[in-house]
């Protein structure tokens, strides 16, 4: 039987609809609505995307979102100067930095910009002072993929206490936070990552499985458990016709969508799991529009505890 679909773009517009009533409550008392400033260094395609994703899905809500943009010559100084600026700015309730950013900044300016961001106005969560807020399960403001996904199985009412969990993937913004959320939720945690011993053994113990790889079709059904929760926070874009024939049987979605197209979205988990997974995201339309939901979610919660701080 094909897995059930875990719709994460329903829940998604639900989540942001469910917002409105405190974006308009905290503009009301406030005189303003939330504003969320988002930096983007240089010309990544795929950020350009993302960031007008983010930017627009806030503005549709009665948010207040505005691009900061640096060119790709910027200096790390220059990164450092402009969160200062929105630091120190009482408009901006929330920060985000979107990564990656240009090679000329050097290796830890990604670390250096999250350290500098006012851990208040971290709606991504990566500060320090956030992630260690998470760590003693007192969190404020949670990175939004993981937060997503774990808002996703408390939504579907997918039950996570006591049960074994596997997160592929040990990266600070998705792997590790989110098996903090699912030991928080009191679920027994594995983390897997690329030196794991036996990794499709350890994933067949897995109630719930979430895979944050970044490599497509990774997750085949010998590494599910029959009945499994699958969660696939993947995003690959496929635009090599002998990776596509190698991944997906002829005549199946996604070959049929590649060539269509030239070119197809998948995530690290393979479509062939549907047939073993009890439920199972899709990409796309699963763990992404989530993510954008919880970026609205942080800007709004940024804002209302920076007022109650206020008092
Ligand atoms: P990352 O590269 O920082 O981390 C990847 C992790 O996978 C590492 O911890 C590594 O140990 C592990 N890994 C790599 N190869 C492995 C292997 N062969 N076996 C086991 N583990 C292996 O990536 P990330 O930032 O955590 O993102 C992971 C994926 O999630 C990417 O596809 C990214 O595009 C996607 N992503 C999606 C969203 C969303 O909104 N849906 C958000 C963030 C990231």
Redesign the pocket.
Known sequence: MAARRLDGAAWAARLREELTPRIAAFTDTAGRPPGLAVVLAGDNPASEIYVRNKIATVGAHGCRGELFRLPATATLDEALALVARLNADDSVDGILVQSPLPDGMGRDAEQRVFDAIDPAKDVDGFHAVNVGRLVQKRPALVA??PL?CATLLDREEIPVRGRHAVV????D???KPMALLLLHRDATVTI?????QD?PAVCRTADILVA????PG?VTPDFVKPGATVID????RIDDAAVAAALFAEGSAKRVQFEKKGSVLCG?VHPDVEAVAGAMTPVPG???P??IAMVLQNTVTAAELRAAARG
């Not at 897997?192 to 794991?196: A, G």
């Not at 926070?233 to 690959?236: M, P, Q």
Request: aromatic fraction near 4%.
């Open positions: 939004c993929t997503g592929i993937g040990r990266s913004i998705v792997g897997c990552h690329s030196r794991t990794l944050a790889i970044g490599r990774f926070v993947g995003i690959n690290d699963g763990v992404g989530l993510t």
